[in-house]
């Protein structure tokens, strides 16, 4: 039994299709289908119900699968157990925030791949919220406040935000003070999420609301030197900004809770060791900064 069907299987199990799960391996569809046939005349039984919405397990097809995730698993592990020392192979496939990432964590992951010539690293980048699971990758970096999830999260250094606009809307709009006064202001948001700020030792949320919107953090950059309201955004997005004086800090008083960077996998009891490798590089180029914002460029 072929390792590569097995691996392909689990794939398409995972992901539903043939489609996505040959995307995720980086071969065509017809490579999947061959593989498929191949392991079910082996094995003399169909494992995925096809249709043109996708591929189903059916009753066999489930039970085999989590054999053969197994299988697959161990195999990488055994030929991780027999390289070199320190060396990683196969493929990596990381879901990294395009806001800031391809500044400060494509470098890291750059010098993944210049010390481990034979891994395969797959990069997306973008801010849009990866479904790690339904998606195929192998792990994340998120950076701000995690949502409750079953994920497993390593924190790989801390991070911090403020609020912050042009001195062309603090003079027409004038600066809010608290953080009931945003209520009167126009705030630059992602969608409809919560601010958070700082009372003392008390946490103080707050919905405010805005006519401009945009999923990513530059463009509220954009939105917010341009005057049109107040954003709640990372230092290491803003920094060189309110250092040229195109933006001004706004409610100091009432600073955001401090965040953090984090690596994301999906649960398991032990992480992959490149996984594992990872985490380590990231934590030794940000673990001892005060903030992704006061890094040198990597």
Avoid at 50 to 70: I, K, N, P, Q, V
Avoid at 162 to 187: F, I, N
Wanted: proline residues 8%; hydrophobic residues 40%.
């Amino acid at each position: 039994m072929d390792i590569e069907e097995l691996q392909t299987f689990v794939e398409v199990a995972d992901a539903g299709g043939i489609s996505p799960a040959a995307l995720r391996l980086g071969v065509s569809k017809s490579i999947v289908s061959r593989r498929l046939v191949r392991l079910e005349t082996e094995l003399g039984v169909q494992l995925l119900a096809r249709s043109t919405r996708g591929a189903a397990l059916t009753e066999a097809g489930a039970t085999f699968r989590d054999y053969a995730a197994r299988v697959c698993a161990e195999i990488d592990i055994a030929k991780e157990t027999i390289l070199p020392a320190g060396a990683l192979r196969g493929r990596l496939r990381v879901a990294v925030p395009l806001s800031f990432g391809p500044t400060h964590f494509a470098p890291v992951l750059a010098e993944m791949a210049r010390r481990h010539p034979q891994l395969h690293i797959q990069t997306c980048y973008s801010d849009r919220f990866v479904d790690l699971i339904t998606e195929g990758y192998d792990c994340a970096i998120r950076v701000g406040y995690l949502q409750d999830s079953n994920l497993i999260a390593r924190r790989i250094g801390p991070t911090y935000t403020q609020l912050v606009a042009s001195p062309d809307y603090v003079k027409a709009h004038g600066s809010p003070e608290s953080p009931e006064e945003l209520a009167a202001h126009e705030a630059l948001m992602q969608g409809t999420e919560a601010w958070q700020f700082m009372d003392g030792d008390k946490i103080i949320t707050v919905r405010p609301r805005g006519r401009f919107k945009a999923d990513n953090g530059i463009a509220l950059v954009a939105a917010a030197t341009a005057g049109l309201g107040i954003a709640y955004l990372p230092d290491c997005l803003t920094h060189e900004h309110i250092i040229s004086g195109a933006l001004v800090p706004i409610m100091p008083r009432h600073p955001p809770p401090p965040a953090g960077a984090y690596i994301i996998r999906p649960p398991g009891q032990h992480p992959a060791r490149k996984i594992r490798v990872l985490t380590e590089l990231l934590i030794e180029y940000f673990g001892d900064s005060p903030h992704l914002a006061a890094l040198p460029p990597v």
